[in-house]
RNA sequence: GUGGACGUAGCUCAGUCGGUUAGAGCGCCGGGUUGUGGCCCCGGAGGUCGGGGGUUCGAAUCCCCUCGUUCACCCCA
């Protein structure tokens, strides 16, 4: 392959046709599930000040300190480029006082994200993200709602070759307790525990369970678990989570070794986890966030809310071989000039089928008739419009029907008309 | 940041114990139908064999470096 000059950005993609345009048959659907309970649409900047993301995700975490596409802009003003939706969203809340509006506010995005990772199998640099926040509302059954949501989109898709995973991670009241549990259990095991795990007990002790180590998993089978050790009220708000998630018939398993990265995670964590997927198999996955708002300056706020990666999702589709939606766009006429026909027939024909709304092209390479044939063929065209002299002798076109083979004269005023006439005809 | 695999036409790939002008299928363009698609037939365009260096009489084929892609670790959507 010849090297070119310009290639897009390493762990950034183009989405190119069929492939884009099957994308947003998807978002489409995933915004009617959320439309359908009371989401609506927020858009926020790509770019944010750096500190609102370092405050929120938290200053010891990955993303932090090792992924963001930081810089400072001509004015010497530090800005970030989003690394994820929920921070923004909060923030744009607050700023915006959408709590006037009346709670809960429920609120759904999408957009690209950015994380300067290596790129891998459902990992990039710049992704898409689709998620909503219902902001305001401490009731575990808007948790499930949020998590429901995932699922219906699944399976409205067609999915099924996954599973939801659900913990609770505590609150301020109970994880410093949990914490203090667990530090000393991990410090008992240490010698049977990998380097890595050893250095996370220290700093952020929950990761450890993340560790896919042999001997690890086995030093902490017997590892006290957060679900026992939350407090009354984060146990009572875990089960009404359990209880809602039955009754909306959405199955789920508890993991109690499920811990979330972001700092912000309160009560609720939840991961759908997909097979087939590779090794980054979370396809949608988010929590609850009850001190962000504050953390942020605005007043105490519950929250919770989900993430969901949209490569990820349509990496799914194709492992289990769906979403390979029928008919893509249809063109309708292709209107085609003979050789030595004024193309200004042609392209006003063209723009009189378009004014109608009829979708409609025509040749833009000065090639032969027959060449325009096999584009309307490319094209999906169902009618091709031949201009030519002998008709337009007789004040007319031929109308072309590139299903049957069939072809007839119309008189050529009648254009748009005769093309609504085939278009009833066949259905 | 670490490790492995891979890098030949637009796409998918063949060709490598080193040896004349680097191939196929698909796609693209044109012709076969002096005004007509899909099938078929014919022809054509398109390749610094990722880049650089080295070994050799000779390298797409061997060696080194580099860039890129990809998968995994890490982490996460």
Redesign the pocket.
């Known amino acids: 392959?010849?090297?070119?000059r310009y290639?897009?950005?390493?762990?950034?993609?183009d989405l190119v046709f069929p492939e884009s345009e099957r994308t947003e048959r998807v978002l489409a659907l995933a915004g009617e599930v959320l439309t359908l309970r009371g989401y609506r649409r927020i858009s926020t900047p790509v770019l944010e000040n750096t500190e609102l993301f370092r405050r929120s995700i938290g200053e010891d975490?990955?993303?932090v300190t090792?992924?963001m596409y930081t810089f400072e802009d001509r004015g010497g003003e530090s800005l970030t480029m989003r690394p994820?939706g929920?921070a923004p969203v909060i923030r744009a809340y607050l700023e915006r006082g959408l709590y006037a509006e009346g709670l809960p506010q429920k609120l759904f995005y999408f957009g690209p994200?950015f994380?300067?990772?290596?790129?891998?199998?459902?990992?990039?640099?710049q992704?898409?993200?689709i998620?909503a926040e219902a902001v305001g509302s401490a009731d575990p059954l808007i948790d499930a709602e949020i998590i429901s949501i995932s699922a219906v989109l699944f399976q409205r898709l067609g999915l099924e070759r996954y599973r939801l995973v659900l913990n609770s991670v505590g609150c301020r009241n109970c994880r410093p307790g949990y914490r203090e549990v667990l530090t000393g259990y991990l410090e008992g095991i240490a010698p049977s525990l990998c380097e890595?795990c050893r250095k996370?007990a220290k700093t952020?002790p929950m990761?450890v369970f993340?560790?896919?180590?042999e001997g690890c998993r086995e030093a902490l089978s017997g590892a006290p678990a957060i679900a026992e050790h939350i407090c009354p009220e984060c146990r009572e708000h875990f089960e009404g989570v359990m209880g809602g998630l039955e009754m909306l018939e959405v199955p789920f398993d508890v993991d109690r070794s499920l811990?979330?990265?972001?700092d912000y995670y309160t009560k609720t964590a939840f991961?759908?986890?997909f097979e087939g997927?590779?090794?980054?198999?979370?396809?949608?996955?988010?929590g609850r966030y009850d001190y962000l708002a504050e953390e942020l300056g605005g007043p105490p706020t519950p929250g919770v809310g989900?993430?969901?990666?949209?490569?990820?999702?349509m990496m799914s589709l194709d492992s289990e071989g769906l979403g390979m939606f029928e008919e893509l766009e249809q063109m309708i006429v292709f209107v085609?000039g003979?050789?030595?026909v004024d193309r200004g027939r042609v392209f006003s024909l063209l723009k009189e089928i378009r004014d109608a709304s009829f979708s409609a092209d025509a040749d833009f390479?000065?090639?032969?008739?027959?060449?325009?044939?096999?584009?309307?063929?490319?094209l999906g065209?169902m009618l091709?419009m031949?201009?030519?002299?002998?008709?337009?002798?007789r004040g007319g076109?031929?109308l072309?029907?590139?299903?049957?083979?069939?072809?007839w004269d119309i008189p050529i005023g009648d254009a748009v008309s005769e093309i609504e006439r085939f278009l009833e005809g066949t259905r």
Do not use: H, W
Request: aromatic letters at 6%; a positive charge.
């Open positions: 392959m010849a090297e070119l290639r897009a950005p390493k762990g950034t993609y975490t990955d993303i090792k992924e994820e929920t994200m994380r300067r990772e290596r790129p891998q199998a459902g990992r990039f640099r992704f898409y993200q998620g890595q996370r952020n990761r993340d560790c896919k180590e811990v979330r990265g972001l991961e759908f986890q997927l590779g090794a980054q198999n979370a396809v949608s996955a988010g989900f993430s969901m990666g949209v490569e990820r999702l085609a003979v050789e030595g390479m000065g090639r032969s008739l027959k060449a325009q044939m096999k584009q309307a063929d490319r065209a091709v031949i201009v030519g002299g002998e008709e337009l002798e076109v031929a072309r029907d590139l299903g049957r083979s069939e072809q």
